[in-house]
Nanobody
Framework: QVQLVESGGGLVQAGGSLRLSCAAS????????MGWFRRAPGKEREFVAT????????YYADSVKGRFTISRDNAKNTVYLQMNSLKPEDTAVYYC????????????WGQGTQVTVSS
């Protein structure tokens, strides 16, 4: 059973940067494409970015393209999300999960990490 622990969130001013991390337990981390998702207050959880098993391919939601970068280190069982030029509309709880396209491949979620961007 894979467990995911997100970290790195916080309060930042608009235009600032944060780097999120997602540490996964289990030996099968490199067998999964991974993704970041977010849930803003009062909204449904939405797709942010995904990365292939090897890390060679990435895909982003239009709303974050050019500002966010997803990466992974399979030796550390960790996936990252570098977020630059943050906007108030990026405020949300951010989650990682195994991904199948732009949807989560697993029904279970971690606790997420809160990102708050002030204007």
């Amino acid at each position: 059973q894979v467990q995911l622990v997100e970290s790195g969130g916080g309060l930042v001013q608009a235009g600032g940067s944060l780097r999120l991390s997602c540490a996964a337990s289990g030996r099968t981390f490199s067998s999964y494409a991974m993704g970041w998702f977010r849930r803003a207050p009062g909204k449904e959880r939405e797709f942010v970015a995904t990365i292939s098993k090897s890390g060679g391919s990435t895909y982003y939601a239009d709303s974050v393209k050019g500002r966010f970068t997803i990466s992974r280190d399979n030796a550390k069982n960790t996936v990252y999300l570098q977020m630059n030029s943050l906007k108030p509309e990026d405020t949300a709880v951010y989650y990682c999960n195994a991904a199948r396209g732009v949807v989560a491949a697993r029904p279970d979620w971690g606790q997420g990490t809160q990102v708050t961007v002030s204007s």
